[in-house]
């Protein structure tokens, strides 16, 4: 944990008259929820704040509270930049020059960090950016009901609902203390995981008929070209989550998602039930967990197959 305390956090938030809480590129549950907390959590105590990530707003959370709002910054200059559920600062796309302008910076974190903010709240025992925020906020009375339902978000979403080997007994105890806040679980888990769109089960069909084996069972690869979203009429946005059900083979150790970009670029997904993926993205620039990390990269399709198999291979 870092030395910077949630008295030093408030402080720099009351000081600040105008908020820009931003998210990674490409963002997931945790990263929504966290940024779309903070910032409702700003405004409880009377600021102007934002949220925003460099990314088209995700459709798959388009149920949670402040959505309408979300990635659509008002000001051209802010008084405080809070980065929540980003490793480093890259990772904030076009946004990063709101951190650098800004006249104050937090950083608040699970991922292993580089420490960008002027304040850096880094836990890295934590199973999401979403249960730090919740352990910052607990005592506060700005937790409502809605504040609630963003962070259950989180917290479900980065443990695979709660089936991930990050799921500790504190996981639960966050749950439950969510739920008394008055999260509607049912209604949440359903519009998470079961709320999908026919275009986005069509491409999971053609996605999960194009899994290929290596190493015995022990990796499986799926390819997702552009070919495939354009004829589903998909983005790449509509590829989170694949990912799990090449992990879900029996006997699969390490799961590899490769989805096409424009110009020969790939966006690769990594899990793992116990071998270190991160190794492996950091191998071509990326980062990530342990058991779930990513990167990109350019280059043959066929090319980077063979390369990450062999990667993973030496992983396993």
Do not use: W
């Not at 694949?242 to 998602?257: E, M, N, T």
Request: charged residues 25%; hydrophobic residues 40%.
């Amino acid at each position: 944990m870092s030395n910077t305390t949630v008295k030093q956090i408030i402080d720099a938030i009351s000081a600040a008259e105008t908020v820009l809480v931003c998210g990674h590129v490409r963002p997931d549950g945790d990263c929504v929820g966290s940024a779309f907390a903070v910032r409702r959590i700003c405004e409880k105590l009377g600021k102007r704040a934002d949220a925003v990530c460099d990314a088209d707003k995700p459709s798959s959370y388009a149920f949670l509270p402040d959505y309408d709002g979300f990635c659509a910054p008002r000001y051209k200059k802010y008084d405080l930049f809070i980065a929540v559920d980003c490793a480093n600062d890259k990772r904030l796309g076009a946004y990063r020059n709101f951190l650098i302008e800004a006249k104050n910076s937090i950083c608040i974190d699970h991922h292993p960090n580089d420490g960008y903010g002027k304040l850096n709240y880094i836990r890295s025992d934590a199973c999401s950016t979403c249960e730090i925020i919740f352990d910052l906020f607990k005592d506060t009375g700005l937790i409502d009901n809605e504040i609630a339902t963003m962070l259950y978000t989180g917290l479900s979403t980065d443990t695979g609902h709660f089936m991930h080997s990050n799921t500790t007994s504190k996981v639960f105890e966050t749950a439950a203390a969510l739920s008394e806040l008055g999260v509607d679980v049912g209604k949440t888990n359903h519009d998470i995981y079961c709320n999908r769109s026919l275009k986005k089960i069509k491409l999971m069909s053609r996605a999960l008929d194009k899994i290929v084996l290596h190493e015995n069972g022990r990796i499986a690869l799926m390819l997702i070209a552009l070919d495939d979203l354009g004829s589903c009429g998909c983005t790449s946005e509509d590829t989170e989550g694949l990912i799990d059900y090449a992990s879900s083979i029996s006997g699969v150790k390490i799961s590899i998602s490769m989805c096409e970009q424009q110009g020969s670029v790939y966006r690769v997904s990594l899990r793992s039930v116990s071998s270190d993926v991160s190794a492996v993205a950091a191998m071509f620039g990326g980062g990530g967990h342990k058991l779930a990390a990513g990167c990109l990269i350019s280059g043959n399709c066929y090319d980077i197959m063979d390369k990450l198999i062999n990667a993973a291979r030496n992983a396993l």
